[in-house]
């Protein structure tokens, strides 16, 4: 009994850790573009998720002999100091700011964008959603510490390879499932997948530049008032 315990103590926390390495904006906003796109949604998915499972697998390999410890301690300190760091503020708040001078500028000497050709097919490769999800797994300030408490997990529960490979399943398909299941009940409600399809496009057209001037001109400012706060 005390053996099932620990197995469900193990499973269930490598599960959550994939669940929490899956947690990245750029996958589910690709994943978005994906399924409003309504177009080859199994196959794009299915090569964002192997990127996903290779890159985990071979930090997971990596991370085996290696104890990042020390090197998570110290991205940690240079990030505070970054932080603290009122010029870091003002040069980011005057970036946004330049930014948003560029796209408002451009909308007023072209109030009118001009129509984008029609293309019969999404112009996004397959093949890149395998490096996106490669990048994810692999680069990001949290996928060391995930990969190697993953690791400390399956070591500390079994000490037959083939066992610690089989829990670290469990890790892979946790992190798969959010992406798999989305794809998978999107082919279930074809006519909502049509209608969204058809607003995306819509807004796909659309002039957004004055949104984005302002979004820019907003973060400016925010920054820029950061840096001039007195308690950091």
């Known amino acids: 009994m005390t053996e099932v315990a620990r197995w469900l103590a193990a499973l269930s926390t490598l599960a959550g850790l994939g669940l929490s390495l899956g947690l990245n904006p750029a996958l589910y906003a690709a994943t978005a573009d994906v ?4 177009t080859r949604i199994v196959t794009r998915i299915g ?7 290779v890159g985990a697998s071979a930090l997971y390999a990596l991370l085996q002999g290696f104890d990042p410890t020390a090197l998570v301690t110290a991205a940690e300190e240079r990030a505070t100091d970054a932080v603290r760091d009122a010029r870091v503020d003002a040069a980011a708040g005057a970036l946004f700011l330049v930014g948003a001078v560029a796209v408002t500028g451009w909308k007023l000497r072209e109030p009118t964008r001009p129509p984008r050709a029609a293309t019969a097919a999404p112009r996004t490769r397959t093949w890149s959603y395998f490096v996106l999800g490669l990048g994810c797994s692999v680069v990001g300030f949290t996928t060391l510490p995930i990969l190697y408490l993953a690791g400390r997990v399956t070591d500390g529960v079994t000490g037959e390879p083939v066992l610690r490979i089989a829990a670290f ?3 892979l398909v946790a992190l798969a499932a959010p992406f798999a299941g989305l ?3 999107w082919s279930l409600f074809p006519a909502t997948a049509s209608r969204i399809e058809r607003i995306y496009a819509r807004l796909t057209r659309a002039d ?3 949104l984005y001037g302002g979004i820019l001109a907003a973060a400016g400012l925010v920054c820029l008032t950061v840096a001039l706060l ?3």
């Open 35 to 38: 399924l409003a796109q309504n």
């Open 47 to 53: 090569w964002m998720i192997a990127g996903l499972a």
């Open 169 to 171: 399943a469990v890790f």
């Open 183 to 185: 794809a998978g009940a």
């Open 208 to 210: 957004h530049r004055l």
């Open 230 to 232: 007195p308690v950091r």
